[in-house]
Structure formats: C-alpha cells, structure tokens
C-alpha cells in the first residue's frame, strides 16, 4: 500500500495526542513546554504533508512562520520561566498557587 | 584530455572506474560508500598529520622541541597517541548517566564528519551537491552544542557542567556572527549551494583571482567568520569551557582514554570543516590563486588553503592568552554582531552600485568606519595602562 | 524504499515523542529534552520525504539547534535536583488520556469519514529557490511583521531576564 497523505495525517495525529496528554499529564512547567513544541511540530507535519500533496507551497511557508513563531515563542517563555524560577525557587505548576483563594 | 586534466580528476576518475565495476544495481549504493569512506581516511589522516604539526609549531613557538622520541624527528608520535588512547582504561564515574556519558563523543563525532559532506574538495569533487548546502552544514553544526551539553552533564562534575555552561553559552554567541558572515557570501553569489558559490568565485582580473576575500565586505566577513570559527571549535584564545588552569579540562574532564580520543578526533575535524567552509566561502574553494597557476591539481589548492588556515589557528593559539568570560561576551555581542550586520549592509551596497571604483570607495569606508567606530566603542571607558606586577619584578 | 523510509521515521517520531511526555525510567527534563530532539530529527526526515529540503534543514538548524540548545541552558541554569522525583498523578493521568483520546478521536474520525480527496501524484518540491519566490513576493508582508515579532521578542527577553526590574 502506498504512503499517501492519510499516513501523514495519522502520523500528525498521534503527535499532536502525545503532545495534549504531556501538557495535562506533566506538571514541570519544563516538560509541559517541551509538549508544547510537539505539538506545533505534529501540526507542521501535517501542514507540509498537505502542501506536498495539494502542490502547493503556501504550506511550507506557513511551517516556515510557525518555526519562527515558535523560536520567539520559546525565547518569551523560557524567560518567563526563569524568572518564575528567581521568585518561587521552583518549575512545578502546582507550586504556582498564587491566585487561590 | 591532456595531462594537467587528468591529475585534475584523478580521484573522480579511480571513483568512476571502481564504481564501474559493480552491477548496476548497486552502483549508487557504492558510489555513496566510496564518497563517504574517501572523507573519512582523508581527513583522519590530515587529523593526525595536524596534531604533529601542532605538537611541533607550538613547541617552536614556545621556545622548546614539542614530540622528538618516537620515529626520526617524532613523526610517529600521533601513532603512539593512538595506541595509548586505545589501551587506556575507559572509566565512567560511578554517578554518572551512563547512556548519555556513551553517546555524547559519537553525537560529537558523526555531525563534523556528516559536515564535510557539502565540502566542495576539488573541481566535481563534492561528496553531497545539496541546493541548501551552507544551511545544511550549519544545521549540522548545531549538533556539537548537543554533544558538549550531554558530556557536561551527564558527567555529575562540577567543573564538567561549569565547562559545559561556558561552552554552550559561547557557541550560541558567536554562532550569530559565524552564519552572519556567510550571509554575505550568500547575497552576493546568491545561491545556498556550496558548489555554486566556488563557481561564483572562478575567473580571473589578469592575474587576480575573483575571490570573495579580495572585496573589502569579504574582508571583514572572512576576518569575523575566522574569529567566530575558531570561538566554535573551542580554541584558543576562546578556549575557556577547557581552561584546564581554572576547570580542569572542562566538559571532557571525566572522559578517558578512546571516548577523550573522540572528543579530541571531533574537535580537530569540526576545525576542518569550518577552515572549509572558510576556504569555499571566501578563498574561492578549490581555484587557484593566480591565473597562471591553473595546471596544479584543483584538490591540491584545497588543501594548500586547508593547511594555511590550520596554520593560522596554530598561530593563534600560539600568540594569543585566553579572554575572559565577561570579555568574550563583550567580544560577541557588542563587536562581532554589528560588524558582521554592517558587513551585509556593505555586501548589499556593493551589489547594487554599478561603478567599480564607487563600490570600492563605498564599501572599504562603510567597513573601516563600522570598525573604528566599534573598536572604540569597546575600548571606551577602559584604562588601558601598563600592567604592574606588585611580587614578581 | 520510500514507504519503508516512511514507516522507520513515523515511527521513530512517535517512539520519541512518546519518551518525551511519559517516559517510564526517568522523570528527568534532561532526557524528555534529548528525546525531542531526537524526535525533531525523526520529523525532519519525514520532511525530506515529502520533499521540503529547505524545512527539513531549518527544522534541524532552528529547533535542535537553537530552541533545544536554550532548553538545556535553562535546565542547567535552574537547579531541578527536586523534579527528578515527580509521580504522575492518576488524576492527571487519567484527564490527559482522556483529552488526547478525545481529540484523537476527533482527527481520526474526520480522517475516516471524509478521506482526503487529493490521491494525485505528490508533486510539490520545496526548494530553496521556489519558496524563497514566494517568501518575497506573495508573502513580503507576514514575513517582514515576523521580523518585527523577532524584535519584539527580542526586547522582552531582555527585560524580562534583568535581575532587579526598575
């Protein structure tokens, strides 16, 4: 049977599902990053297996600005959790509780 | 095909032959092998060719012999090396993580090797002709990052992780400039491909080559492209992830005898690959440097300028003392990067003045003024005074 | 070749990815961090498959090499010896099974019911030059903004990573 888009997309899929499981499962803010980035990554495949296969290339530049995006995204959010780091000595989301009552 | 041509293409001739010999079938499969194990035994050889070099240039530099016992003159000395590393006992610390301790000299070892691929050694002599060559050997390149993060690390050593800290924190600085500098070379010869851009560099002025470094913006790009490549390949004077006088040997300082040898092995060959880089970029890869000299063998030229820019680490190394880390920094982020950002600035101009005089008068001040304007926005502020020594008169 | 090429990547990728959110020998962010990157490898092939050469060297160039390598340098910076004994919670395991269950479902039953329409011959070849044409002239805006955003970003790490805010 020959590998066509579907494959792809099951592919793309399973990625994305792996990545949702990690964000709610996980609870250092580290590792729920990390998931994050599979997930845009499981929706890059899909948006390069659709560009190749609809020939057209307005896929691959979308992934092109998602990488982008995502490269900012991490620089932002690493920071953000560095200085989370400096004020509560921690990186787990359940020790971030100031907003409760 | 006259004789100069024949040397010219001796080895893509032996490939051809030797390919020639199998089935069709397996034809592209060994012409793939015969590329790769060529790379490998070309350039392990000039691996120890220029350890021996080092050993004795830096000797002579330093007043003293460097290797002289094994063989007439030492030359068998990087044999002895071998055979030590390999007999040596292979410790791994007993808190370490054992599997990333393992992979982090192969992580180290098979992308520098993987970079040479795009390396253009001689005319046809391209192991891997890719579109996006240059992207791919600094994709490639980040690898070494990974390699010396996991050695760090995994190691549970404190001044392993100091040394690996140091070192991730100066390859990321002055990766910027690295592919800043290329950059140039990119816009001007306007393909990614290795290959293209040697040929973009072919044909002579009378006797004056077309390189890319006979231009004032590939000037500057070729001097910051050879500080930022030697601050990548950890040497000196960027040597401070292994400054064994304050961290021991740094992020190896747990690695011994064949996986230390790997390390050393990744190191020398990453400085190959950027030296060739450096040659294809700017010193107009495997042409010759005068017109009359075009009947030497182009893979001669390659490694006559390999050798030369190895030479010139050796130089360095031997002449320069370490930065400091705050000074490296400084170096990277306040000198380099807006050298290297004006430099494209110059490359563009360049391209689009039409007069020849013009664009030289242009560019060499644009450049001149960038590095009299940043050197002494370095300096500001710093007493530059003779140093007094208050015991050692 | 081809197919054999794709199955070995798909599932190396999934193999990986799965080492990264829930791996069963270490909790450590370290290793979650080396699986993806190895994951990201795997994704990159997949990409040369389908003939995005350009991608497949920015995928390894910008993510192994800049986002993972900024990764490692936070977890180095931050001391985690606490995180490596994390449990993971029924509850949070049960909810994320759930949800990426759920979601799963989802894309695979829209898979199922309506099949990609599109089995041409996969034609599209991203070269370098092709999307380069694109990139600046169909696209010049967005890509000009994402400089922009670039800078933006660029100026909040700063501020954010100054030690005594003002």
New interface residues.
Partial sequence: MNVGLGHYLVVSALLFALGLFGVIARRNLLVIYMSLELMLNAANLALVAFSRFTNNLDGQILVFFVITVAAAEVSVGLALIVALYRKRRSAHVEDLTAMKL | MTLTEGMDQVFVLLKHWLVGLAGPHWQPLLSDLISVAALIATFATLFAVTTLLERKGLGRMQNRFGPNRVGPCGVLQPLADGVKALIKEDIVPSGADKVMHFFAPLVLVVPVFLALAVIPVGRNMAALDLDSGVLFFFAVGAATELSVFMAGWSSRNKYSLLGAMRAVAQMISYEVPLILSAIAVIMIAGSLSTVEIVKAQAGYSGVIPHWYVLTPWGFAAFILFMIAAMAESNRAPFDLPEGESEIIAGYYTEYSGFKFALFFLGEYVGMFAVSGMAVTLFLGGWHAPFSFLTWVPSWLWFFAKLIALICVFIWVRGTLPRLRLDQLMNFAWKFMLPMALLDMLAAGLWHFIPAVSARWLVCSALVLGAYAMLARGLIQGRKVAKRTYQYAE | M??IL??IF?YL??QF??L???NPFS?N??T???F??L??AS?AG??VL??????A??????????????????????D?R??ER?R?RTF??V???I???A??FI??AT?VHS??G???S???E??????GR??FSH?LL?FEI?SV??L???V??VL??K?NLK
């Fill in positions: 081809q197919d794709f199955y798909a990728a999934l990815g799965f990264v959110v829930a909790r962010p370290v979650s961090a080396m993806l990157v994951t990201i994704l997949l990409f389908l003939h995005a050469f350009f991608l060297a920015v995928q390894v160039l910008v993510y192994a090499g800049a986002v993972m390598v900024l990764f490692l340098f936070v977890i180095m910076l931050l985690l606490a995180e994390e993971l949070e395991v909810a994320g099974l949800s990426a269950g979601i799963l894309f695979l898979l099949p990609p599109i089995q041409q996969p034609t599209a991203g070269g370098t030059i092709a999307l694109l990139l696209y967005p994402v955003l670039l933006v970003a660029m909040g790490v954010l990573s030690k």
